[in-house]
Nanobody
């Protein structure tokens, strides 16, 4: 059983910052790409950022320049640093292990965390 454990969500005012963490105990972490997704109320889940095993990163356009995804294989933990937060960033954020690329599309992997809530107020 692969555990994916998110933490770091909360409530902030617009312009503030939060850092989300995603811990995956065990050896699988360093062998798999990892991605952050988010789902706002009434909307579909969307990819926010992805980091490969080679540390190459990709971001959805709406967060470029504001969010940074990193990984620390020694700690089997990935992070999503979110700066200059906007109310439209309000969502549940999910960590996904095993993300892969197929024909140029990023597809989610098999392992999901429970999610952590981020609320950004005006």
């Amino acid at each position: 059983q692969v555990q994916v454990l998110e933490s770091g969500g909360g409530s902030v005012q617009a312009g503030g910052s939060l850092r989300l963490s995603c811990s995956v105990p065990g050896n699988l972490f360093s062998l798999r790409a990892l991605a952050w997704y988010r789902q706002a109320p009434g909307k579909q889940r969307e990819l926010v950022a992805r980091i490969g095993t080679d540390h190459v990163t990709r971001y959805t356009d709406s967060v470029k320049g504001r969010f940074t995804i990193t990984r620390d294989n020694a700690k089997t933990t990935a992070y999503l640093q979110m700066n200059s937060l906007k109310p439209e960033d309000t969502a549940d954020y999910f960590c996904n292990l095993g993300s892969r690329v197929s024909y140029g599309r990023i597809l989610p992997g098999d392992y999901w965390g429970q999610g952590t809530q981020v609320t950004v107020s005006f």
